[in-house]
């Protein structure tokens, strides 16, 4: 069956930087487009990052442009999320998720529902 397996959170202090991780198995990894969403205590869930595995193409919240870099290890069958620039806001249970590539468009990239698997999160805290 399908898994994704997050790593890679943990404290951090505001300014610095964490990279996630997700591993993904049980599924032909080239036709998916994997994202990463992030829940805050108290907050609904929220769009973070996507990445279409076969062409690279990338979508990013308006929060985390220019901060956060999604990106693909094929070889690894990885989907990782490098953030830099850590603020208090960024506080947050991480979550990884994928959904078949087709199903997504520049008009659609941040929706979940087209997302069948999801990891079980890793919390991520920057302190002040």
């Known amino acids: 069956q399908v898994q994704l397996v997050e790593s890679g959170g943990g404290l951090v202090q505001a300014g610095g930087s964490l990279r996630l991780s997700c591993a993904a198995s049980?599924?032909?990894?080239?036709?998916?487009?994997m994202g990463w969403f992030r829940q805050a205590p108290g907050k609904d869930r929220e769009f973070v990052a996507r990445?279409?595995?076969?062409?690279?193409?990338?979508y990013y919240a308006d929060s985390v442009k220019g901060r956060f870099t999604i990106s693909t290890d094929n070889a690894k069958r990885t989907a990782n999320l490098q953030m830099n620039s850590l603020n208090p806001e960024d506080t947050a249970v991480y979550y990884c998720?994928?959904?078949?590539?087709?199903?997504?468009?520049?008009?659609?990239?941040?929706?979940?529902?087209?997302?069948?698997?999801w990891g079980q999160g890793t919390r991520v805290t920057v302190s002040s």
């Open positions: 998720a994928a959904g078949l590539a087709y199903r997504y468009t520049s008009s659609n990239y941040y929706r979940a529902q087209n997302d069948p698997y």
């Open positions: 049980g599924l032909t990894f080239s036709s998916y487009a």
């Open positions: 990445i279409i595995v076969s062409s690279g193409r990338t």
